[in-house]
């Protein structure tokens, strides 16, 4: 199908503020572009305001402040039948008497398209998601991930600009989560259609994004692909946010941060760094160089399978931190033990700076 203009936007908000009438305030100065046909993932922790804004693009809240765009056109007082745009919830709400081919028709029915017509959507969509074998199931005789799919499909049908996904996979066990996910990006992908999913779940947004806008507290902290927010986080939220990393604070000049009594090169300026944990290269005795070299003592350690984690001290004064090596270069490191970590002043991000 066609994906269009891969730089045109599905959607705009506009400085958009949404204060409920009980006073609280969910979502605070937000612009965000979502582009045709992208997999787009508002991601943050519970009551950032993902949802809020989902029911925005939706027309079921309307924003206190801001204006919001569909496909170019200004929908900020258009109720929600009249977007061309679908939400599905984390609760389905299929017809339970109705098979799951009639499911899918309901749509384009009250759209009067012609019985082919919806004889063909109905197959179309059957394909997408991959039930073609079961369009005369009722929804009770399908397993919770074959119902999403179906939920999917019939939302897809009514051939939404927009597809708006409220954690819908959040009722899901994790070995059936994981297989949604994938279905998921499959969908989206062969559909064309733009897809806006909220999930709390980093893990979840890596996985299925093309973009994700990681939230905060109402505000917008970073819109990126997953490779751009994980290597290079703008803010602290996003860093340590998005898996682990050592945070270290201090003044910086002339590319050394102080902190305490402790020194180190960095790329820039900033007022902290993060420095992720499989970045630092620890031995008992390291070969190669490094821009930052220190002797530490192991604390503790965690197996984690393929890889270990290690909280190792600095010694003289310096900071604690988080290292992660590959199992197979974890060997013969033990609690306790006095060895080398090494960094590369590039390997960590500078925080804070101009901000
Ligand atoms: P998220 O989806 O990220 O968990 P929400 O958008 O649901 O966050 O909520 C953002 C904030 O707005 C939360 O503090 C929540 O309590 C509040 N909120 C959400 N819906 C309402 C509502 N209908 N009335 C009042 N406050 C609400």
Redesign the pocket.
Known sequence: MVVGDPTALDALLTDVSKT???G????TGLTLGIRRGEFFS?L????????????MLAGL?RPTTGTVAIAGKDMTRVPPNQRPTNLIFQKLALFPHLTVAENIAFGPKIRRMSRAEVRTVVSDMLDLVELAGYADRKPAQLSGGQQQRVAIARALANQPTVLLL?EPLGALDLRLRVQMQRALKKIQHESGTTFVF?T?DQTEAFTISDRIAL?SG?RLEQVGRPDELYNRPATEFAATFLGDTNIVRGEVSDSTLRSGGFTCRTAGPGTAMSLRPEAIAMRHQLTSPFDNHFSARVTDLTFQGASVRFHVAVVDAGPELVVQLPAKEAGGIAPGDRVEIGWQADAAVMLGSGK
């Open positions: 409920y009438p009980n609280e305030t969910a979502v508002l943050g922790p519970s009551g950032c305001g993902k949802s809020t804004t989902l029911r809240e409220d909220v709390h939230m109402g």
